[in-house]
């Protein structure tokens, strides 16, 4: 099945610092990146959607200039928490989505990255 | 405000039973749901959809049930393994556009 790597797993940052992670499909091209965020016990909730080569389209409540998506190529997208603070600490999950129908004419899949743990002091 | 809930956190089921978990959603405007399965230190990986046309969707062991009327989406796994201990997320979306995602529940299937 499609692969999508996000690195890094975990980080910890001083408060103040810029963090960047990337998320890659490693075996096919996703047109249609997202990221998610997710609070302990909470459901991932979506902070913007990345398509290539364009610019990224925010949740309601989510900064942009806070969390700066760049989806530069069809098998990379990178967000960067910039001037991180503790409440910015969390979960961070990104999606790429193939479009179509896949196995058992399931639609627009979006295939998972493991996820990265932030945590700034 | 959280459109799609999963109220059980975790479930706990002997191995070769019924595991059944469950998924309720306040939009009536969703037409297509998802469950997800998440191993630790993975990322959840594509179990299983259906959409709002039917109301029954097979695949092996894995049967999911949608109950418009009652906005309610459950998942059967049968029978249960312990290789299914893993965290369940349903999700929810128009047009397959936009997904939300509940919190997940924690199966553990006990050997």
């Known amino acids: 099945g499609a692969v999508v790597s996000q690195h890094p797993s975990w980080v910890i940052c001083k408060s103040g610092t810029s963090v960047k992670i990337e998320c890659r499909s490693l075996d096919f091209q996703a047109t249609t990146m997202f990221w998610y965020r997710q609070f302990p016990k909470q459901s991932l909730m979506l902070m913007a959607t990345?398509?290539?080569?364009?610019?990224?389209?925010?949740e309601q409540g989510v900064e942009k200039d806070k969390f700066l998506i760049n989806h530069a190529s069809l098998t990379l997208s990178t967000l960067t928490v910039t001037s991180a603070h503790p409440e910015d600490s969390s979960f961070y999950i990104c999606?790429?989505?193939?479009?179509?129908?896949?196995?058992?004419?399931?639609?627009?899949?979006?295939?998972f990255g493991a996820g990265t743990r932030l945590s700034v002091l | 405000d959280q459109q799609v809930k999963q109220n059980s956190p975790s479930l706990s089921v002997q191995e070769g039973r019924i595991s059944i978990l469950n998924c309720d959603y306040t939009?009536?405007?969703?037409?297509?749901f998802l469950w997800y399965k998440k191993y630790p230190a993975e990322g959840p990986t594509f179990l299983i959809s259906i959409s709002s046309i039917k109301d029954k969707n097979e695949d092996g062991r894995f049967t999911v049930f949608l109950n418009k009327s009652a906005k309610h989406l459950s998942l059967h796994i049968v029978p249960s393994q312990p290789g299914d201990s893993a965290v369940y997320f349903c999700?929810?979306?128009?047009?397959?556009?936009?997904?939300?995602f509940g919190s997940g529940t924690k199966l553990n299937v006990k050997p």
């Open positions: 990345s398509n290539e080569g364009s610019k990224a389209t925010y």
């Open positions: 999606s790429a989505r193939v479009r179509g129908q896949g196995k058992s004419g399931a639609k627009n899949i979006q295939y």
């Open positions: 999700a929810a979306s128009i047009l397959t556009n936009k997904f939300y």
């Open positions: 939009n009536s405007m969703f037409d297509y």
